[in-house]
């Protein structure tokens, strides 16, 4: 199994996938946001999520929030890690549409697709706050970058790809506090292990 290590900031939290996918299980948890969390914690896992992590402070007087994922899935690229990510750039931005921008970035442990962007998120009725009656939509600047795993040998067919996700709604704060955590990821990510599930 492949490992994937990287720097954050200090005010990131983990979230631990898989205490919290367990948690309250069998003792007739009715805290329904509980088990809201627990679902989204269980299918991160099964998708591939590595890691999960938020972070709240204070930027310019105002709080902000930020929440990161890593995942590492199953995608057979071939033989050429720099073709795979031109190929992502390409495929991913014409699926995108306006409001997208993304390149290749050239980062220590290989080339990577990475893309900007905004996207409303819709919250489920009983996370809104309105009490639950309804729901609300909540813009958020988002980040992607997609690495193609190196493969295990010089040569090698290349096997998995590396997916890494941060977003806030607070998109205002985007540009100057959050840019640079998700550019200092890429240039602190490493793999480890042969690149194999």
Avoid at 29 to 51: C, K, M, P
């Amino acid at each position: 199994m492949i490992r994937v290590d990287f720097t954050l900031p200090a005010e990131f939290q983990e979230i631990p996938l898989e205490a919290v996918a367990t948690a309250g299980e069998g003792e007739g948890q009715t805290n329904e946001t509980a088990r809201i969390l627990r679902r989204i914690s269980r299918f991160l896992s099964d998708v591939g999520v590595v890691y999960a992590a938020n972070c709240l402070h204070t930027v310019e007087g105002r709080p902000s929030l930020g929440s990161l994922a890593v995942a590492v899935v199953d995608h057979p690229y071939g033989h050429s890690a720099a073709t795979a990510a031109r190929g992502t750039v390409q495929a991913v931005l014409e699926s995108r549409g306006e409001g997208w921008s993304g390149g290749v970035f050239h980062a220590p442990c290989g080339p990577a697709a990475v893309f900007t962007g905004g996207r409303t998120q819709v919250l489920p009725a009983p996370l809104a706050s309105d009490g639950g009656t309804g729901r609300a939509e909540v813009p958020t600047a988002q980040f992607h970058a997609m690495i193609p795993v190196p493969p295990p040998e010089v040569g090698g067919e290349g096997l998995q790809m590396c997916l890494v996700a941060f977003s806030t709604p607070q998109v205002a704060h985007w540009e100057k506090c959050y840019a640079p955590v998700v550019a200092g990821i890429l240039r602190s990510l490493r793999f480890s292990g042969d690149g194999r599930p």
